[in-house]
């Protein structure tokens, strides 16, 4: 069941969306978040809706796939939507039991909430699924790059990001087996009281933490082997190159966002 | 001719106060040799590779990679390019989420040209037979796989010497195969110097040069078949002997005559042939 967390992994392909820049999709990605974000009425999420629709169009990439990358985020999207139903109190009460009151708002609130959060998932996990994490990380340390004047270490920074992204299976893989290994001892991980559930939770955390430091001790000497040593004078075997595939698609991007903010506007 | 690798005298402890871990070990190897080093856990094999390519500097006496001395801090990335290292874990090697990503990784850090970076990439990854891989993220390979890229992300650099601490320890016996076949091409088809830590009696049979470590010194520096005839000095010091040379000792103990220097299976199975017949 942990092995199911496909966000941040990438699967590779050829299609339009794969070979773009990805430092024009970073820029793109972040232009949606904020036209998810600012639009507030129903039509400015249709807009929103269509343009990740495209998106996932031109991709290549089967919505099997976006079904999947949603299963860890019910729990939250359940969450929001119960406190969206019971907190908002204005608008037309559509039911009523005692001082349990959900109104018409609420509903419409909460529809509009789960659209908003399932949008911005599928946006942003598009943008991991046809980016390799290296051309991910090559595109935040190209970004930043003027930070290096305020002697910000943007490309250490860069390859941590790199070694994160590596070790999630990694480490996903291991707490299955410490898991396992722990039940096969007896250990009881779903049941109980809050107070059973954290205690649950130490014989894991603990040896996977102690793994992820001796990890980082052996990763850190092999990458000393090769010659490791730091961002200075580092050369990129893939190099960024932008063509008109990217202008284009940022073009189209801030017209929706433009769009956006018209129909908020009038609204 | 001078040696490719040099210890010299070497010492080494790992804090002032510690014990000599390695004491007064002289090693030589030569260019194109392919060697086993053996000993029991904690004999200091691993201490020593790092000694190699300069992870970790002599105490006392000095360390010579292709004439440097390791010492010399202006090398060392010259170094470390001569001598690449393999680790026993493939997972904990693998830098980047992509196969080909991570073979560049050295390259990259030696600022290679891209256009160079990709060739030798393709290249390495060729003659590790992973080319078709290239797009694969690691954790969808096999540990057999994972450890043969992280050897083509070590020849991308094109090394003169790989030492190898341990490579086949964490893999089933069909990852063991491939990654031993791998490396035995490599230095017949690419003239690569091998050290190959291992505790497979069996992989170090096949080496043309066998070395045995105990408590920071060597102990023995011959062929296999010189090395393994002595069985009881490697029992004395925590190590096994193969399989064959095993059943040569105990028959000879219950009376026969047989030559102690077998180490192959063939030879051992001819010897007993002409035994019984
Ligand atoms: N980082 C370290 N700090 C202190 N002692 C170490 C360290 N690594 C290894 N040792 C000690 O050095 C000795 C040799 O270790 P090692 O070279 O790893 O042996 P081998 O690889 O032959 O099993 C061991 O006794 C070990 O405890
Ligand atoms: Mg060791």
């Known amino acids: 069941m942990i092995k199911d967390i496909t966000l941040g992994q990438?699967?590779?392909?050829?299609?339009?969306?794969?070979?773009?820049?990805?430092?024009f999709k970073l820029v793109i990605t972040m232009l949606f978040i904020v036209m998810l974000?600012?639009?507030?009425?129903?039509?400015?999420?249709?807009?929103?809706?269509?343009?990740?629709?495209?998106?996932?169009?031109?991709?290549?990439?089967?919505?099997k796939l976006i079904a999947k990358s949603m299963k860890p985020i019910l729990p939250i999207l359940a969450l929001t939507t119960i406190l969206n139903l019971f907190m908002i109190t204005s608008g037309m009460p559509l039911f009523q039991w005692k001082f349990i009151a959900i109104t018409d708002e609420a509903v419409e609130t909460s529809v509009f909430m789960i659209v908003r959060i399932l949008l911005l998932i599928a946006g942003t996990s598009l943008l991991t699924y046809t980016t390799s994490p290296v051309a991910l990380t090559d595109a935040i340390e190209r970004l930043l790059s003027p930070l290096k004047r305020f002697k910000l270490p943007v490309s250490e920074l860069a390859m941590m990001m790199t070694i994160a992204l590596r070790f999630i299976p990694t480490l996903i893989e291991e707490t299955d087996k410490i898991m396992s290994a722990q039940k096969a001892r007896g250990a009881d991980m779903d049941g109980g009281k809050l107070k059973d559930k954290v205690k649950a939770v130490i014989p894991i955390i603990i040896p996977l933490f102690v793994s992820a430091v001796r990890r980082a001790g052996e990763l850190a000497t092999a990458m000393e082997c090769r010659c490791y040593r730091g961002g200075e004078?580092?050369?990129?075997?893939?190099?960024?190159?932008?063509?008109?595939?990217?202008?284009?698609?940022?073009?189209?991007?801030?017209?929706?966002l433009a769009a956006v903010i018209f129909i908020n506007a009038i609204d | 001719?001078?040696?490719?690798?040099?210890?010299?005298?070497?010492?080494?402890?790992?804090?002032?106060?510690?014990?000599?871990?390695?004491?007064?070990?002289?090693?030589?190897?030569?260019?194109?040799?392919?060697?086993?080093?053996?000993?029991?856990?904690?004999?200091?094999?691993?201490?020593?590779?790092?000694?190699?390519?300069?992870?970790l500097l002599p105490s006392g006496g000095a360390v010579y990679i292709d004439g440097i001395d390791t010492k010399d801090e202006d090398k060392i990335f010259d170094i470390r390019q001569k001598v690449g290292m393999v680790f026993q874990n493939p997972d904990?090697?693998?830098?980047?989420?992509?196969?080909?990503?991570?073979?560049?990784?050295?390259?990259?850090?030696?600022?290679v040209e891209p256009s160079e970076i990709r060739r030798r990439v393709d290249?390495?990854?060729?003659?590790?037979?992973?080319?078709?891989?290239?797009?694969?993220?690691?954790?969808?390979?096999?540990?057999?796989?994972?450890?043969?890229?992280a050897i083509a992300g070590i020849i991308a650099m094109r090394p003169k010497c790989i030492v190898m601490d341990e490579p086949t320890a964490m893999l089933d016996p069909v990852g063991r195969k491939?990654?031993?076949?791998?490396?035995?091409?490599?230095?017949?088809?690419?003239?690569?110097?091998?050290i190959l830590i291992t505790h497979y009696m069996e992989e170090a049979a096949k080496c043309r040069r066998v070395i045995v470590m105990d408590k920071g010194k060597i102990l023995l520096d011959d062929t296999p078949s010189e090395v393994f005839s002595q069985v009881e000095l490697m029992k004395s010091v925590g190590l096994d002997v193969p399989q064959v040379t095993e059943l040569v000792y105990e028959l000879n103990k219950s009376g026969l005559k047989l030559d102690t220097h077998i180490i192959t299976e063939e030879e051992c199975a001819d010897a007993l042939i002409e035994l019984l017949s």
């Not at chain 2, 904990?92 to 991570?102: M, R």
């Not at chain 2, 290249?123 to 390979?141: I, S």
């Not at chain 2, 490599?186 to 003239?191: A, F, H, R, S, V």
Request: hydrophobic share 45%; net charge negative.
């Open chain 1, 10 to 23: 990438y699967f590779p392909g050829n299609s339009v969306v794969h070979r773009m820049d990805a430092r």
């Open chain 1, 37 to 63: 974000f600012i639009g507030s009425n129903t039509i400015a999420l249709e807009v929103g809706f269509v343009f990740t629709a495209m998106a996932y169009l031109c991709s290549s990439i089967p919505v």
């Open chain 1, 233 to 256: 004078g580092r050369t990129r075997m893939r190099q960024l190159k932008s063509g008109a595939a990217d202008y284009v698609s940022l073009a189209i991007t801030v017209f929706f």
């Open chain 2, 1 to 55: 001719m001078e040696a490719f690798a040099k210890a010299e005298k070497l010492d080494f402890r790992y804090s002032d106060d510690d014990r000599l871990v390695l004491s007064g070990l002289d090693i030589s190897f030569e260019e194109g040799e392919f060697t086993a080093v053996l000993g029991h856990n904690g004999c200091g094999k691993s201490t020593l590779a790092k000694h190699m390519n300069a992870i």
């Open chain 2, 92 to 111: 904990n090697q693998i830098v980047a989420s992509i196969v080909e990503e991570d073979v560049a990784f050295a390259l990259e850090n030696l600022g």
């Open chain 2, 123 to 149: 290249e390495a990854l060729k003659a590790v037979n992973m080319y078709e891989y290239r797009n694969h993220a690691p954790h969808q390979l096999s540990g057999g796989q994972k450890q043969r890229v």
């Open chain 2, 178 to 194: 491939e990654v031993m076949a791998t490396v035995k091409r490599l230095n017949e088809e690419y003239g690569i110097t091998i």
